[in-house]
């Protein structure tokens, strides 16, 4: 995969590569799935390579649930905001951030773990989840399946919580949809920034950054076009970041929060 497809760039190249980085570089999110099974040993080995992500002090603050059964998976996409793939995919793997379990040890060893209440606990969570995760969608990609995440399960996470069984301390931070990709899905590599929006060296320089943007309004244009959308990037950004309207209730995620045995003070 040469690298100038994922900035939509023909003049960009790596000077340097490896199979595990064009894999990467060919990532795209699959919302289009063949009639076709994931086996639990493909499971096992993508929970094995989410399993072998760094975890903040090897706390393991996470856990999986997958979900095959067409009941369950169509209340989870239901309320994640309707979204067909996630009903369609033959299997839901809704990552966790669970801080459920370390509780569990301190009731049994009859101690506090009052560390557990704070933001900070909380951020481990969701990044030891989000570092799993994405471990999961390398392995995926190199076993031929194709994946798509859906943060939408956040729009009502006390529901989500009673689906999956979920004890207090536990809360779902994305699902992700995972399936044998079906090649008729209008979908490609998505371009991204140019490495200078984003990669500073030494010290941030915002102007310099930002210098990159309108040429990446044109490609990203360009690419949803060629699929069928309208818009690019910014606008886009400016957008899906006005205001609550577009949160799809997730304005009120820290008081769900807190309910569900999160404080996050
Ligand atoms: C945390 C997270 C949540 C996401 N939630 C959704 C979602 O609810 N529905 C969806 O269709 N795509 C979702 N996506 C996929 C992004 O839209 C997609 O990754 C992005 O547009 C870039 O496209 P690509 O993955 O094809 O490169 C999510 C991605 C991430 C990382």
Known sequence: MPASRRYADPSVELEVGSAVIDLQLAHRSVRQFLDVEVSDAQLAAIVAAAQSASTSSNLQTWSVVSVRDPARKARLAHLAGDQSFVERAPVLLVWVADLSRARRLAARADVVVDAADYLESTLIAFVDAALASQNA?????????????????????????????????????????????????????????????????????????????????????????????????????????????????????????????????
């Not at 992700?176 to 899905?185: K, M, N, Q, R, S």
Request: charged share 20%; with cysteine; hydrophobic share 40%.
């Open 137 to 265: 969608v390398v392995a995926a990609e190199s076993l031929g399946l194709g994946c798509a995440y859906v943060g939408a399960i956040r729009n009502h996470p006390e529901q989500v919580a009673a689906e999956l069984g979920l004890p207090p301390s536990a809360v779902a931070a994305f699902g992700l949809a995972v399936g044998v990709p079906d090649p008729a899905e209008d979908a490609d590599v998505k371009p991204r920034l140019p490495q200078g929006a984003v990669w500073h060296r030494e010290a941030y320089d915002a102007d310099a950054a930002d210098a990159h943007l309108p040429v990446y309004d044109e490609r990203l244009g360009d690419y949803n076009r060629r699929h069928g959308l309208s818009g690019a990037w910014s606008g886009r950004v400016l957008t899906r970041l006005a205001g609550i309207g577009s949160m799809a209730g997730r304005h009120t995620l820290r008081e769900t929060l807190v309910r569900m045995g999160l404080p996050s003070r």
